[in-house]
């Protein structure tokens, strides 16, 4: 079955499952790797992209839910690396392993075209399904506020 | 690092292929094929133990490479796991060499023993290499210099090497590296007696916060890791393992996982015999035409397990077990003075006992490997901390010489200790050979929680006499833990190198101790997971020292303090012990030195305002630890939340390194030992029942998320120019004992066993 879906812009029609995850078809048949397998679950978020600006889980995300939407992935979120929030990831040295990274930024900028001025609590809580094992947490909340242009304390 | 591509679809393995990866192959030599196709694709580089060096530029050695036109190469040949390794070694060369990192290309080195060690475990990239690595850069500096001083007809010793050209002091005059590197690399390379490290001085981005070389590829998505990798025509496989370490397949039906579409084959791979080493585990891989095939196909299988010797582990009621062998004496260790007299002459005895569960490492990538073999040979890549171990043990595994496998090294998604065991990589190499074709293995976070090489499980007795005025005067400890030795022999004991982890070393400035190390069989592989043995011992020890303060009545720092004990180097003979393993290096250059830890202690309870805790309310938890050489202390705050639990509020992290090569990393790497720290003691646990793992995945493999990780984490390096201690691993081991004995202090509850969940809430 053809699935027909946009992906950073450009329009794909992949002959699949229209079973399989969303990040599966990202990975395997587009070659698309920013985005990560973790878990498989939606319990680390390494997967997250997003469909019509809402950041999503991929690995649990059917491929057919993405059927004529838009897919925006960690290579698309600009050309160059200069969204906001990827200036501040390099600018704090965020990421350790960088693993995770690409989820944890996917799910901030989704938070961030809601809520271009999050508080503490609502980026702990837009990012507690995002694990980062090496523990860059810290930093990952600077980050985001430094991308808000929020004081950091 | 980039990775091989689609583009890429006809790679050879020539030389030709691997020079141009390294960048070492100048216009105009008359050699066919210009491989890859993409300007920055990099892992190919040339394995070094081949005898043909390129003939232009130099090549001092197998790390460092000055072309004519002036890039500069360098070889990072440590494994990048969040470390910062490649943000670090490549920069201590070109300091050396006078190179300006802005021309300087680092690319990744294969896995091959003319690197030296490769394995990227044991905090000791730095530490053990510090002046192997200035010697590389320095040695091609001497080249290039006496090239010049040649040239001009003066000395050498007038001539300084910076900014990538040498310099006359004299006149000024200047000659590019690019202008000098044809002409060194026909000079013959120095004896390392004919070579002079720069004084510290002149390295000028030692010790300084330096770029995250990886940084800005890992933000778009760029970097490539191990399952990133794609070859043409391959597949991909997933594979159902036995539940028990060293269980086998009993029988097992194909039908359904075949009938799913995509699925290719079904490959039965060799059942592990103990003792386990580096092998699979064996089981049957589902090999498909994409990963979701494959899992799905692995779903569909039906199979039935044979157990094994295994089959009967019980984790609880081997921790019952483990309470019994501490009640028994075992091998003495450490012995100064007599204990038992001592104790029973003592005016208070204080004694508790510690347990601390299995662990899994659960890097955030799974173990993934690409392998294709053909024409006789393998080439892999792979998330690998080992990967000169993943080359030996793939060529034994496909009867192949180990000069016909080529390891190439991705970035690794977090590594802990589990990549340095390369069973995931020697499953692709026999996938791909049993099927013909590439073959991508990826773990599940299933897999990876089940299949794991554990952390072990402990349990330690500790004893302690104080006399009439509250003076520690004897110590007595009995420690228990399958060892990792079991994982390559039938060992029951731990090792030297365990017992090394802050047994052995820990000063104590007491009349009287005995440590015994007592017998625990392994019932599943047992593995080292960052700082390794350091966690129970540290969480014994500091959570006892703080448990002696309170039957003492005195302060926590005081009494650790004073049962450290005065600042002094301790000698074997102090510690009664015929040898302390020191992490493999030299006690004249690391001697266990009071000064240092006392130094962390008193800097960490300054920056956390120790003493003005109970005015200000806050129920702080402290202790230190010494490990790969380096000196940690650590601070935790915790407060109670709304609904009562337990939350660790802020931290505070000192460390003394010795000398730092980059403080940004350094500083990075203590934040994530306190996160790590805080994951195990909080949360951390694998059970296993019926000799198989409970726990599947993040939803019961419980890590710290950001809501739990401590809004403010406070790093402080103490400035040194000693020599450099490890930094990956030493945050780890004081965090747990720090955040129970916080929490002793916020509610009186004292936690002996790991992870706290089991025993408040948190």
Excluded at chain 2, 645 to 650: A, C, F, Q, T
Aim: with cysteine; proline share 6%; net charge neutral.
């Amino acid at each position: 079955m053809s699935i027909r879906l946009r992906v950073n812009g450009t329009q794909h029609d992949l002959d699949v499952d229209p079973e399989m995850p969303l990040l599966w078809a990202l990975r395997d048949l587009l070659t698309l790797t920013g985005t990560k397998y973790g878990c498989g679950q939606a319990l680390c978020g390494a997967c997250v992209v997003h469909i019509d600006g809402a950041a999503v889980r991929s690995c649990v995300t059917p491929v057919r839910r993405a059927e004529g939407r838009d897919v925006m992935t960690i290579e698309g979120l600009s050309p160059d690396g200069s969204h906001p929030l990827q200036k501040a990831w390099v600018e704090l040295a965020v990421p350790q392993c960088g693993f995770c990274q690409a989820g944890q930024i996917m799910t901030a900028a989704a938070l961030l075209a809601k809520k271009p001025k999050p508080t503490d609590a609502e980026i702990d809580q837009s990012l507690a399904g995002n694990l980062c094992r090496c523990g860059t947490y810290t930093r990952i909340r600077s980050a985001v506020k430094k991308a808000a242009g929020l004081p950091n304390e | 690092m980039s990775a091989p591509n689609k583009q890429d679809v006809h790679i050879r393995l020539s030389r030709r292929s691997v020079l141009e990866g390294l960048g070492l192959v100048a216009a105009g030599l008359g050699l066919e094929v210009v491989l890859p196709s993409r300007a920055d694709a990099s892992p190919m580089p040339m394995p070094t133990s081949l005898p043909e060096i390129p003939a232009n530029g130099l090549r001092a050695n197998v790390f460092v490479h000055v072309a004519p036109d002036g890039r500069v190469t360098i070889v990072c040949h440590r494994s990048e796991m969040g470390q910062g390794v490649r943000s670090s070694l490549p920069v201590l060369i070109a300091d050396e060499l006078g190179a300006d990192m802005a021309h300087v290309k680092v690319v990744q080195g294969d896995g091959d023993a003319a690197y030296g060690d490769q394995n990227t475990d044991g905090s000791s990239s730095v530490r053990k290499i510090f002046d192997d690595l200035r010697y590389a850069g320095a040695t091609a500096r001497t080249m290039l210099v006496a090239v010049a001083a040649k040239r001009w007809k003066v000395s050498p010793a007038e001539c300084e090497a910076r900014d990538h050209a040498v310099f006359h002091k004299g006149t000024q005059r200047v000659l590019k590296f690019g202008e000098l590197a044809t002409d060194a690399a026909k000079l013959k390379v120095p004896e390392k007696q004919a070579v002079t490290l720069r004084p510290r001085s002149e390295l000028k981005h030692l010790g300084k916060e330096l770029p995250l070389l990886d940084g800005p590829d890992i933000v778009r998505g760029h970097a490539t890791f191990g399952a990133d990798i794609s070859l043409p025509f391959m597949v991909t496989a997933v594979i159902a393992r036995p539940p028990v370490a060293g269980g086998k397949v009993a029988r097992y039906d194909a039908t359904k996982t075949l009938a799913v579409p995509g699925v290719l084959k079904v490959v039965e791979l060799p059942a592990a015999t103990k003792p386990f080493l580096f092998q699979p585990l064996g089981g049957l891989a589902v090999v498909a035409e994409h990963t979701w095939a494959a899992m799905r196909g692995r779903a569909a299988l039906d199979v039935t397990w044979e157990g094994g010797d295994n089959a009967t582990y019980d984790s609880e009621a081997y921790r019952e077990q483990l309470l019994e062998v501490i009640g028994k004496p075992g091998k003495v260790v450490r012995n100064v003075g007599d204990a038992e007299a001592a104790l029973a002459k003592a005016a208070k005895r204080v004694q508790a006992t510690y347990n601390t569960p299995h662990l899994a490492h659960a890097p955030m990538e799974p173990p993934a490997a690409v392998a294709r073999v053909e024409h006789g040979t393998c080439e892999v890549w792979a998330t690998t901390q080992n990967p000169q171990a993943a080359r030996s043990e793939v060529a034994k595994a496909l009867g192949m010489d180990p000069s016909k496998v080529m390891i190439h090294v991705t970035l690794l998604g977090g590594g802990f200790g589990r990549k340095s065991k390369p069973d995931y990589v020697v499953e692709a190499a026999l996938l791909s050979k049993a099927v013909g074709k590439p073959v991508r293995v990826q773990w599940t976070r299933e897999d990876d929680v089940r299949h794991d090489y554990y952390h072990s499980t402990s349990a330690q007795r500790l004893e302690a006499g104080l006399d009439a005025s509250g003076k520690v005067v004897a110590w007595h400890q009995r420690i228990a833990f399958p060892p990792i030795g079991s994982t390559f022999s039938d060992a029951t004991f731990a090792g030297d190198g365990e017992m090394g982890q802050g047994i052995l070393d820990l000063p104590l400035a007491i009349p009287d101790i005995r440590m015994e190390n007592c017998e625990a069989r392994a019932h599943t592989r047992i593995g080292w997971l960052r700082s390794v043995a350091n966690i129970y011992h540290a969480f014994a020890v500091q959570s006892f020292i703080d448990e002696l303060a309170h039957a003492k009545g005195t302060d926590p720092r005081d009494t650790l303090l004073e049962v450290l004990g005065p600042s002094r180097i301790v000698t074997p003979k102090d510690l009664g012990v015929a040898k302390v393993p020191n992490y493999g290096q030299s006690l004249d250059e690391h001697p266990v030195d009071t000064t240092r830890l006392r130094r962390v202690i008193e800097r960490v309870t300054g920056l956390a305002r120790w003493d003005e805790r109970k005015q200000q309310g806050r129920a702080l938890g402290l202790a230190a630890h010494r490990s790969f050489l380096t000196y940690v202390a650590v601070v935790v705050s915790v407060v109670k939340d709304a609904n009562e639990h337990i939350r660790v509020d802020e931290a505070w992290i000192v460390a003394d390194a010795g000398t730092i090569v980059n403080m940004e990393r350094v500083r990075a790497q203590m934040e994530g030992a306190v996160v790590f720290g805080l994951s195990l003691g909080l949360y951390g646990q694998i059970t296993m029942k019926d000799g198989a793992t409970v726990e599947s995945n993040f939803r019961d493999y419980r890590l710290a998320r950001i809501a739990e990780t401590p809004r403010k984490i406070h790093v402080d390096i103490i400035p040194s120019d000693g020599r450099p201690g490890g930094i990956g691993e030493p945050g780890v081991p004081p965090v747990a004992p720090a955040l129970a004995n916080a929490v002793f202090a916020l509610t009186g509850t004292r936690v002996r066993e790991l992870p706290l969940v089991k025993t408040v809430k948190v």
